[in-house]
């Protein structure tokens, strides 16, 4: 093999080489921006459902941004949000870096609003999974007011309800004696359940003894429609709207039906009562029963 055929082989094998890297490097690149763009699609779909617990797979453990670290991001992109939805119009991917522009529709004062937004940053971690690491210019500017208002609405709706409630107790207080009088807030109606020896109105006599019925215990549990929840400083209260019309907010520890229910918890969705149902012993058991909210159609 002469010299000049050996320098056209060594040629061609390199021009092959060159080939070969660059088809694996383009490759490489359209399957990172496929990745970034589900990962980004299954972020959107979290956001509108509130599930914290993978929308906080979806953050990046580097995130600090906007007055806020992993945890407080998570809680914050952990709210439900119907209606959300986002698509993305560009990607620029430089090593393991990405920066999106999208379209983002959301409803804002009960209005769906739609908005661009550019310059979100996502980082290709360790695990090589896509993940949010920096905000868009917009929300870094427009997020920590919304925080700081949502946080005094809270604030105000917590002693808004501490206010009503000890007002509640006052007029009880001033305006009835229990003693030797009958419960006001007892049913007239004798309503008795398969298998009880009591009724409903001699149960919620007999339940708690001496204790001053509060004003929700006159109607039945499942009466109430729960209608929403409100989390204001990390606790859940709900909102329920009674037979006579009115709404009503409900918290924990408060009493509500006509078996001496007490809510022993509320959670984003539900809230718990321990009722008190009477056997043939005379005794009571105590059931968990559940109101609950209506999935959205």
């Known amino acids: 093999m002469n010299k000049n055929k050996k320098i056209m082989i060594g040629a061609g094998a390199a021009a092959v080489l060159v080939a070969a890297a660059l088809f694996f490097v383009l490759a490489g690149s359209g399957n990172d921006e496929q990745a970034l763009r589900e990962a980004f699609k299954q972020f959107s779909a979290d956001l509108a459902a509130g599930n914290k617990a993978d929308v906080g797979n979806l953050i990046s453990r580097k995130f600090n941004d906007a007055g806020m670290d992993y945890n407080l991001a998570v809680d914050e992109f952990g709210i439900k949000r119907p209606g959300y939805m986002a698509e993305i119009s560009s990607v620029k991917i430089k090593d393991a870096l990405a920066e999106i522009g999208y379209t983002r529709k959301q409803v804002v004062d009960k209005k769906m609003v739609t908005s661009q937004l550019t310059g979100e940053t996502w980082v290709k971690d360790d695990d090589r999974k896509w993940r949010l690491v920096k ?16 946080k005094a609405a809270e604030e105000k709706l917590a002693a808004d309800l501490l206010a009503a409630e000890e007002k509640e107790s006052n007029l009880r207080k001033a305006s009835y004696s229990y003693a030797n009088k009958r419960d006001p807030f007892e049913s007239l109606i004798v309503e008795t359940a398969p298998g009880e020896a009591a009724s409903t109105a001699d149960a919620s006599r007999m339940c708690d003894p001496g204790r001053p019925r509060q004003f929700l215990e006159g109607f039945d549990l499942f009466a109430f429609k729960l209608v929403g929840m409100v989390n204001a400083n990390k606790t859940y209260y709900a909102l329920v709207e009674a037979p006579n019309g009115n709404g009503y907010t409900l918290k924990t520890g408060m009493y509500v039906g006509r ?39």
């Open 259 to 297: 078996r001496c229910g007490k809510i022993t918890a509320i959670t984003a969705a539900r809230v718990v009562v321990a009722e008190k149902y009477p056997n043939v012993r005379g005794e009571f058991s105590v059931k968990d029963m559940e109101l609950k909210l209506k999935e959205e159609e």
């Open 135 to 150: 905000l868009s210019g917009n929300d870094r500017t427009q997020l920590p007011k919304l925080r700081q208002e949502r």
